[in-house]
């Protein structure tokens, strides 16, 4: 039954390049609160509700929801690459029970995660197998994209279904918000890169080299004002934000898929704070306990940080 609940934006530039120690600092002390908030909460089970950029999950076969059973993460951009300690038979049951309540979704036993899980469990626990931790996959960077009221059903199922538990569970949102990151589509990549968005191959350690370089120079140029790609969109940001904290989480069911690719194809992350939200709301009224908030367009990055715990409305 005890819930709690962290999001956080995530960018491989964090790690990878070096910014003013004023942004530094502003964005170390975010994720500090949030370490502690999840530190003090010491959950017995982690779950991760996080999207992918074609580093797990190919266009070969594409879920729009996968729940891992054992996973490990792939190291993109120097992140942890490692296991993670999925506590197979919670995650099982889970699934269960997710389909029982009418959201269809797919497993995995071969999980493959990227900087999207990685960071998190970083700042939150300094490790991958800290905690267990059991993954969820929640596609935004495969079109075609169903609608955010059926990552919302996920989420509240999965609430749900830890709300008649005993564990502590903390539950992790990671991605967005508003953000247009240099991530491939099937459509507009060249025929090689839009071959291995099909069969999955990994990268050359070429390709590797210059989606690192690539990703470095986009957040230089949106910084300095010379990109061509999708601006950051505060006010949007804001909006979203002020929706999931207050718990109007129905009021997005209304948010389509086009206008949220308006801000951005990394927007669409937002998904991943839904399902989390979600699952908190499911087990009852919540309140925000943290929130951050920064347009980086150096880490091209809506960057946010939100904990949540249940309180409010009845308590
Ligand atoms: O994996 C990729 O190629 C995209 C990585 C990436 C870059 C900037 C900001 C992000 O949030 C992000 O995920
Ligand atoms: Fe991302």
């Given amino acids: 039954m005890p819930l709690a609940l962290c999001c956080m934006s995530h960018s491989p530039l964090l790690d990878i390049t070096e910014q003013s120690p004023e942004l530094e600092a502003d964005v170390r002390a975010a994720l500090s609160a949030a370490r502690a908030f999840a530190e003090d909460f010491a959950p017995d089970v982690v779950v991760v509700f996080a999207p992918d950029h074609f580093n797990g999950f190919f266009y070969r076969l594409m879920p729009p929801f996968c729940v891992g ?3 490990t993460t792939v190291g993109d951009y120097g992140s942890l690459a490692g296991t993670l300690h999925v506590p197979t038979g919670l995650a099982q049951a889970c699934a269960q029970a997710v389909l029982a309540d009418g959201v269809d979704l797919s497993i995995s036993h071969r999980m493959k995660l990227d900087h999207s899980s990685a960071q998190p469990l970083r700042e939150l626990f300094g490790a991958l197998d800290a905690r267990p931790v059991i993954p969820v996959f929640i596609n ?4 075609p994209l169903g609608p955010l009221a059926r990552t919302r059903q996920l989420g509240a199922a999965i609430g749900r279904f830890f709300g008649r538990r005993d564990e502590r569970v903390l539950l992790v949102g990671s991605g967005g918000l508003s953000h247009d990151p240099p991530v491939p589509t099937l459509d507009s990549a060249p025929a090689a890169m839009a071959e291995r968005l099909v069969s999955g191959r990994p990268l050359t350690i070429e390709e590797a080299a210059r989606k690192h370089t690539g990703a470095i120079a986009e957040g230089l140029r ?3 004002g010379s990109s061509e790609r999708r601006p950051l969109s505060p006010a949007w ?5 002020s929706l999931v904290t207050s718990g109007a989480l129905t009021e997005l069911d209304g948010w389509s898929n086009d206008e949220i690719g308006q801000h951005g194809s990394g927007a669409h992350e ?3 704070w839904i399902a989390a939200y979600s699952a908190l709301d499911a087990a009852g009224p919540y309140e925000a306990t943290y929130r951050y908030y920064r347009p980086i367009p150096e880490y091209i990055a809506g960057f946010a940080v939100t904990t949540a715990r249940p309180g409010g409305a009845d308590n």
Avoid: V
Avoid at 140 to 143: C, G, I, L, R
Avoid at 237 to 241: A, G, R
């Fill in 270 to 272: 937002i998904r991943a």
């Fill in 222 to 224: 949106l910084a300095d």
């Fill in 69 to 71: 059973m054992a996973a």
């Fill in 140 to 143: 935004a960077a495969a079109a």
């Fill in 237 to 241: 940001d804001t909006e979203f934000l």
